[in-house]
């Protein structure tokens, strides 16, 4: 069995009680954003529906949905094949990370009380003490709910569907950067930032910081894409 629909059968939950298409389509979605089908692959439906024992009509129709989304490309007389995140998908995502993000934590910084710091607090000293113990695993956990955490208290809850879906195309190299112990040390400590001028209610200063932690963040990005293409 081809190793990349091994990848896509460990992300198939077959027991849920969901249409077939829809969990056909998230769990090829999620194993190509994993990068665990290589960019320039071609997916065949007859060996996947095969492989997967399943009609060709889920992967039909989750290619099609992967196409609008760019993960995919129909190249005639191949066939659809991945297709690679690019440095200029990357910039993009930014730019509307940049944007969301300050609205949501500004928005957040407002209507925050007291207690809500308190637990802030306590989630940052947590990711702290996790990187101090070396645990990277948790430290990316707490990363996500330091997000969840604002997207929750600005109460902008679609604001979190659309940033979380263009995140995940870059999830693969948000993990890499994280194991790298000076990228992850900076971020831990732009979190801390970020509370601390909300807390003070620097609006101005809130918002320089997130331009500076997000640039930060692409720039490693960009090196990791570079890294990469020239190990291809």
């Known amino acids: 069995m081809k190793a990349s629909i091994q990848e896509v059968l460990k992300n198939t939950d077959l027991s849920q009680n969901r249409p077939l298409n829809n969990i056909i389509y998230e769990s090829l979605r999620t194993t190509i954003i994993q990068g ?15 492989t997967m024992n399943i009609s060709r009509t889920p992967i039909r129709y989750a290619l ?18 991945v297709k690679q995140i ?6 993009e995502i ?12 500004v928005i957040a910084m407002y209507k925050m009380t007291m ?7 306590d989630l940052l000293t947590r990711t702290e003490n996790a990187n101090a ?21 600005s109460e902008m809850l679609r604001v979190k569907e659309v940033v979380t879906k263009i995140r995940e195309y870059l999830n693969q190299f948000r993990d890499m950067s994280l194991t790298a112990a000076t990228r992850r040390e900076r971020a831990i400590k732009d979190h801390r930032l970020i509370y601390e001028t909300m807390l003070n209610q620097d609006e101005a200063k809130v918002k320089i910081v997130i331009q500076e932690h997000l640039d930060y963040s692409l720039k490693f990005i960009l090196k990791e894409m570079e890294r990469k293409s020239d190990q291809a």
């Open 86 to 91: 690019t440095p200029k998908d990357a910039i």
């Open 133 to 153: 113990d070396g645990d990277i695993a948790q430290v990316i956990k707490l990363f996500v709910e330091f997000h969840n955490f604002m997207y929750e208290k």
């Open 115 to 121: 207690k809500d710091y308190e637990e802030l607090d």
């Open 64 to 81: 099609k949905l992967l196409e609008k989304e760019r993960l995919v490309e129909h190249i005639p007389k191949i066939g659809v094949v």
């Open 36 to 50: 665990k089908i290589p960019a320039g692959e071609r997916i065949n439906e007859k060996e996947y529906a095969e």
């Open 94 to 105: 930014y730019k509307i990370r940049k944007a969301l993000e300050e609205i949501v934590t």
